[in-house]
C-alpha cells in the first residue's frame, strides 16, 4: 500500500484523481499533518525531522510498502527518516527536478512560502550532480500567493503564480519553470492551455510535480505506473 503524507487537506482529492487516471486500483492511504509545515516555516524543516519520523513510522505499521511525501519543504527531511526506517520515501518533487534538469541549463523555481525555495533548489542540484550537468538555479517567491491559498482564495493564489510564470516565460531566460508545490501544479496546465491556443508557444517547459511523483511512488510501492 501507498502512503502520501501530506501537510495539507486540499491535496487528497487531487492525488486521488491522478490514482484514478494513471492506475485505477492502487490502494492510497492519507496521512495529514498541516502542522509539520506550520512548525517547518517557523523553525526550519529539521525541527520536524522527529515528528515525520514517527510518521513515516507509522504508516508502515499501518501497512505501508512506501510513502510519498506531497510537502516541498519538509521532503528532504522525509527521505532521510525513510532511509533510516528502512521503508521507500519518495518526496514529491524529486521526478519533477530531475525532469527540469534534463530540459536545460537554466531553471527558475517559483514557489508560494519561503521554507520552500532552499529545499527545492537543493535538491535541483543534487539531482544534476547525478546526472553529471550543471545548472542554474534561479528561486522566486510569488509575492501575496501563499496568504491567498491559506485564506482559502485557491484561484487568487493560482492567478498570482500564473502571472509570475508568464513573465518569466516570457523573459525568455530560462528553459525549465518548476513550480515548486502541489497547490500550485495547476499553473502548468493553464500554461499548457494558452500555448495550444497558440497565446504563447516555444518558452520553457513548465513542470508540475503531483503526476510524475505519483506514478514513480507507485512504482515503489509495486503497482503499475
Aim: charged share 20%; aromatic share 2%.
Amino acid at each position: 500500500m501507498l502512503t502520501l503524507l501530506h501537510t495539507s487537506p486540499v491535496h487528497v482529492p487531487v492525488f486521488d484523481a491522478l490514482r484514478d487516471e494513471d492506475t485505477p486500483g492502487l490502494p492510497l492511504r492519507h496521512v495529514v499533518r498541516p502542522e509539520l509545515l506550520a512548525k517547518a516555516r517557523e523553525s526550519g524543516p529539521a525541527a520536524v525531522a522527529e515528528e515525520v519520523a514517527g510518521a513515516l513510522a507509522a504508516a508502515a505499521r499501518d501497512g505501508a510498502t512506501a510513502v510519498l511525501c506531497t510537502c516541498s519543504t519538509i521532503g528532504a527531511v522525509a527521505e532521510e527518516a525513510g532511509a533510516r526506517l528502512d521503508l521507500p520515501v519518495l518526496r514529491v518533487d524529486r521526478p519533477m527536478a530531475a525532469a527540469a534538469v534534463a530540459a536545460g541549463t537554466r531553471i527558475t523555481v517559483l514557489a508560494t512560502v519561503e521554507s520552500t525555495l532552499a529545499p527545492t533548489a537543493e535538491l535541483i542540484a543534487a539531482e544534476a550532480d547525478r546526472a553529471g550537468r550543471a545548472v542554474q538555479v534561479q528561486a522566486e517567491l510569488v509575492p501575496g500567493a501563499w496568504e491567498r491559498f491559506a485564506a482559502g482564495d485557491t484561484e487568487g493564489c493560482l492567478t498570482a503564480v500564473a502571472a509570475a510564470a508568464r513573465r518569466v516565460r516570457d523573459a525568455k531566460s530560462t528553459d525549465a519553470i518548476v513550480l515548486a508545490q502541489v497547490s500550485i501544479a495547476a499553473v502548468a496546465d493553464r500554461l499548457a492551455a494558452e500555448e495550444a491556443a497558440g497565446a504563447a508557444g516555444g518558452g520553457p517547459v513548465v513542470l508540475s510535480s503531483p503526476r510524475p511523483g505519483l506514478r514513480a511512488a507507485a512504482r515503489l510501492a509495486g503497482g503499475a505506473a
